[in-house]
């Protein structure tokens, strides 16, 4: 989803998941199954929505309607005006499995949903936050009513602004651990057994570190083999009893005093190389 529907695509002034959907992730889906794909592995990483999914939906050739049967823009600000979902999607995607890579285990609402945690990165303000936490239940009470399947109780619901969770019962997937999942590919156990110490980092460190993120992923292997763990990052706005009960040993903040974010960004690599340098040559 990072390629297609991500942050990265976006300058501050586009941010806004009232208004940005996943359908160019759809479009992705599609050309993986004209190139001859047998098997889907969807990666909700690094989204920019908050659409639960609607854009891939329509994209597979979905339609979403409201009262009036009227077609439905898919985006934030429209879910709550969903009111009919018809899934007559391409043929492949329903013979074809697919997995739901993610590595956060939020909820689909709450406190710790995709709204109140992620949407305010996506550059949601806190009236934005509510109208996207409430139009998302509302959805959530339509596809009960269409599928009978509650969504809002689907772990790891919350990943990439709810596509987990609107579109689980349409696609029978599961949420698999992408982290797992690479780890599996480049033999990681076997790395981590060889090393002495693990250098992890991202770009902005804080509680939500802690939600299956692949720092915290790293740390859960790194401990069956007591292999300490140091963390690079942006930011940190994590307190030191929580990145301590994260198990981490060490965490940097990379970017200078005094120096706002959006200056720092271009510069992170050095700023990393210079800070990597620096604790490891004071440390060893």
């Known amino acids: 989803m990072s390629q297609a529907s991500g942050l990265s695509l976006l300058s501050e002034p586009e941010k806004n998941p009232l208004k940005t959907n996943t359908y160019g992730t759809g479009i992705q889906i599609l050309n993986a199954l004209?190139?001859?794909a047998k098997k889907i592995i969807l990666?909700?990483?690094?989204?920019?929505?908050h659409d639960m999914g609607m854009g891939i939906f329509t994209a597979l050739g979905g339609k979403l309607l409201d009262q009036n049967q009227q077609t439905i823009v898919p985006n934030g600000e429209n879910l709550g005006a969903i009111y009919s979902l018809y899934d007559e999607w391409d043929s492949r995607v329903r013979s074809t499995p697919f997995v739901m890579a993610c590595d956060v285990t939020n909820p689909l609402l709450g406190p710790l949903g995709a709204a109140a945690v992620y949407a305010p990165q996506k550059g949601a303000n806190a009236s934005m936050v509510d109208q996207l936490e409430n139009n998302s239940a509302q959805l959530a009470s339509r596809i009960l009513a269409t599928t009978g399947k509650d969504i809002t109780t689907f772990?790891?619901?919350?990943?990439?602004?709810?596509?987990?969770?609107?579109?689980?019962?349409?696609?029978?997937?599961?949420?698999?651990?992408?982290?797992?999942?690479?780890?599996?590919?480049?033999?990681?156990?076997?790395?981590?057994?060889?090393?002495?110490?693990?250098?992890?980092?991202e770009g902005h460190l804080d509680q939500q570190s802690s939600y299956g993120k692949v720092v915290s992923k790293l740390i859960h292997?790194?401990?069956?083999?007591?292999?300490p763990v140091w963390a690079y990052a942006g930011?940190?706005?994590?307190?030191?009893?929580?990145?301590k009960k994260m198990g981490l040993q060490k965490a940097f903040t990379i970017t200078p005093d005094q120096m706002d974010f959006q200056t720092a960004k271009p510069l992170a690599a050095d700023?990393?190389?210079?800070q990597v340098e620096h604790s490891l040559k004071n440390t060893i």
């Open 43 to 49: 990666g909700l990483g690094g989204s920019a929505t």
């Open 34 to 36: 004209d190139r001859g």
């Open 271 to 274: 700023f990393l190389q210079k």
């Open 155 to 201: 772990p790891g619901g919350g990943a990439a602004g709810g596509t987990a969770a609107g579109l689980s019962p349409f696609l029978d997937a599961q949420c698999q651990s992408g982290f797992d999942l690479l780890a599996g590919f480049c033999g990681l156990e076997e790395k981590i057994k060889k090393a002495d110490l693990i250098l992890t980092g």
């Open 235 to 243: 930011r940190i706005s994590a307190t030191a009893k929580q990145l």
């Open 221 to 227: 292997y790194a401990q069956k083999e007591a292999t």
